[in-house]
């Protein structure tokens, strides 16, 4: 009885607050999203009602702890961990809304709204965080745990309300606390800066080639693009190439130019070290010791013991014990490999020593010369909305899932697609956006969001997003294997949000440990691969010619090759990640200097950049990932493990599909990550599986 009237007296604040005053009546942000399924009304959302939204959802979500707070009752799971649970819907509203347009389709304006809202924002979280009376009520509710006859997710929840109080500073002293809110502050505004000096780096770049010589080499697709990117300029009888993936990689694996490919690639790898106004080597070096700041309130000795008392792995040794295995193994193949692409060079009479700039140029053309493959032969049989549907077939075939395209649901940019995914039954599952190619006003790589999580009578709206290769020309979008592949991953996180089936809205979809929320996304690159998978999609664009057995024994075959590339650049990237999270003293290091140094610690190689350089490094410094970057490698071990039953009983067993998808992919936080994972495999993953898979055992 008193959980429903808690409800129905949240439900009233939530709808009082939309209706309260006329100045909110008129910002759709603060009503009820009277739209197809509740998605945001992107058409009536302008950016002058974000500022005004999130100071009156604040205040709303302010009254709602001061409701809890000053509940006569005695504190019970009910009126204190759930009401906190229930709180803040109209701020997580405006909030998902807010920073989902600002990574997708960002302008001057949005970052302006970003900087002036991120210190009320972490004020507004620190008030909750370090509200004395608050933490009282969640630690009664605590201490009598044993007591309670809750179910194991209410459980779950009422350990990790709790932990995160702690964590969240309420614990610490007066003095302290204000210190913690000081660092917080700080690092809000840091963090968005950092983000902001990457993406102006990144769209202010271009190469600026006149002379149709210097195309040499590269794929008519690709010169074709890059006359489209010099037109869209007002550059037309050019062309141009970006530090874009999409546009800088077929730059450096086909131009025969290999002073322009330096020159790219040289920008690529400088961005945000370029001492200018976008410069991050100051802005990251502060971040690296505030956070050694707030490691030292809570008692740990480094920020990376402070992120991974929560995660799977639990400390800092545990984890470079683990990279350091892989980045053993991964060095000598690395080293064979320059080794064999120096003959190439030599071969052909070139008179210079390889250089990263040269490395994915004599990369593709040893695969053609030992496979009789390249990225070219394949993009034809990968067109964008065949590998979609591939990705969307999988899902069926694994649990019955359908995708249903919209064309009446809002959407914020014309290149998006929006899908409502549907239970085996044709009942009601989400919605799915999917936004493809790179633009200006969206941040670079590719990543899943939510607009609205699932929780109990809630149904998710999930977003993926990436920066693929356009259409060019009368061409549709042709994609590498590469980008085919990370379809697939985004896939997976969309797949980890829709088939949420949690009743807490802090415990679902991809709310789980760092190190663990990358095993969705990366089971499902799995299938992407298998042969029997591709031929589902992958049908040639132009003829619907189902690609050829030779052309995917080719793939296979190769599947080694550049190994000890891969492996390597992206576990120094991990490395780096923990070894600017391990520093112990709050100092700001030069961050060249202190990069350089543990590249040479680790004995990194001259023809390898590190996957992520500091200043762009975004994962650690405008992410989420910090001590965590390693967690793409730790969930490759787990999916690698978690994949074989597929191998042993059948691409699509429907007895271990649904095992994964009751276990791991619906379950969202309801459990500590390693339980969940040994509920669906019947043990702890062993590493075998990822060095076998990888070629390094």
């Given amino acids: ?28 942000l603060l009503s009820k999203f009277e739209t197809p399924y509740g998605v945001p009304p992107f058409e009536l959302i302008k950016v002058e009602h974000f500022i005004p939204a999130y100071r009156e959802a604040i205040k709303h979500h302010d009254d709602e702890i001061a409701a809890i707070v000053n509940n006569p009752e005695v504190p019970t799971f009910e009126n204190t961990i759930e009401a906190l649970d229930f709180s803040g819907k109209l701020l997580t509203q405006v909030d998902f809304t807010f920073n989902n347009l600002n990574q997708s389709l960002t302008s001057d304006e949005m970052q302006n709204v970003a900087k002036k809202i991120a210190p009320s924002l972490s004020r507004h979280s620190d008030d909750i965080s370090l509200n004395l009376q608050l933490f009282k009520k969640v630690k009664a509710v605590y201490e009598q745990k044993d007591e309670l006859d809750l179910t194991p997710e209410q459980n779950r929840l009422l350990e990790v309300k709790y932990k995160n109080f702690e964590r969240g500073g309420a614990n610490l002293d007066i003095e302290q606390q204000d210190k913690l809110r000081a660092i917080n502050e700080d690092l809000s505004l840091l963090t968005l800066q950092f983000g902001d000096n990457i993406l102006a780096e990144t769209n202010n770049y271009k190469l600026v080639i006149e002379n149709k010589a210097d195309l040499a080499g590269l794929p008519e697709s690709v010169i074709q693009a890059a006359a489209e990117t010099a037109n869209g300029a007002g550059m037309e009888g050019k062309w141009i190439f970006t530090t874009h993936k999409p546009s800088m990689l077929p730059f450096l694996t086909y131009a025969e130019n290999r002073e322009l490919r330096e020159k790219l690639h040289t920008a690529y790898i400088m961005r945000g070290d370029n001492d200018n106004e976008y410069d991050n080597k100051n802005i990251l070096s502060r971040m690296a010791a505030l956070r050694v700041e707030k490691a030292n309130l809570f008692g740990f000795k480094n920020h990376a013991e402070y992120v991974l008392d929560v995660n799977m792995a639990k400390n800092p040794e545990t984890v470079f014990e683990f990279l350091n295995k892989v980045w053993d193994a991964a060095l000598p193949i690395a080293k064979a490999e320059v080794t064999e692409l120096q003959k190439m060079i030599d071969k052909e009479g070139g008179n210079f020593k390889l250089a990263h700039w040269d490395w994915w140029y004599y990369a593709e053309k040893l695969r053609k010369e030992k496979y009789d493959l390249d990225e070219e032969m394949l993009r034809p049989y990968f067109e ?110 969309a797949l980890h949000g829709l088939l949420s089936k949690c009743k807490y ?52 075959n190769s599947g080694l090759f550049n190994k000890g590339f891969t492996v390597l650049e992206y576990t120094s990237a991990a490395l780096l990640d923990m070894y600017w999270h391990t520093i112990t003293e709050a100092v700001e290091h030069d961050a060249i200097q202190f990069e350089n140094d543990i590249m040479n610690k680790m004995g990194m190689i001259d023809e390898i950049v590190v996957r992520y350089r500091s200043p762009y490094f975004a994962h650690i410094f405008a992410g989420g990932y910090s001590s965590g970057y390693y967690s793409y490698q730790w969930a490759q071990v787990l999916d690698a493990d978690a994949y074989s039953v597929f191998k042993e009983k059948g691409l699509f067993d429907q007895e271990t599909a649904a095992s994964l998808r009751d276990n791991i992919f619906s379950r969202g936080n309801t459990e500590p990550a390693m339980d969940l994972y040994k509920k669906y495999r019947g043990s702890e993953p062993k590493l075998d599986a990822f060095l076998e898979r990888n070629g390094l055992k």
């Fill in 384 to 493: 964008r909305n065949n590998v979609r549907d591939g990705a969307f077939a999988v899902a069926n075939k694994l649990w019955g899932l359908n995708f249903v395209e919209r064309t009446d649901i809002p959407k914020y940019h014309p290149d998006v697609e929006v899908f409502e995914v549907q239970n085996p039954d044709g009942s009601f599952l989400g919605i799915l956006y999917m936004d493809w190619f790179p633009r200006a006003s969206k941040s670079g790589g590719a990543w899943m969001d939510a607009y609205r999580k699932q929780s109990e009578g809630v149904d998710p709206v999930i977003t993926t997003n990436f920066n693929f290769t356009a259409p060019a020309g009368d061409k549709p979008a042709l994609l590498t294997f590469d980008e085919v592949t990370t379809t697939f991953h985004e896939f997976g996180h």
């Fill in 1 to 28: 009885m008193k959980k429903i009237t808690l409800m129905v007296l949240a439900l009233g604040l939530f709808l009082a607050s939309c209706t309260q005053k006329p100045v909110e009546m008129e910002n759709p």
């Fill in 505 to 556: 809205h802090s415990l679902s979809g991809t709310s789980v440990a760092r190190d663990f929320v990358e095993l969705p996304s990366q089971i499902m690159e799995n299938w992407a691969a298998e042969p029997e998978v591709m031929k589902m999609y992958a049908k040639h664009y132009e003829t619907g010619e189902v690609i050829p057995q030779e052309l995917i024994d080719k793939i296979s």
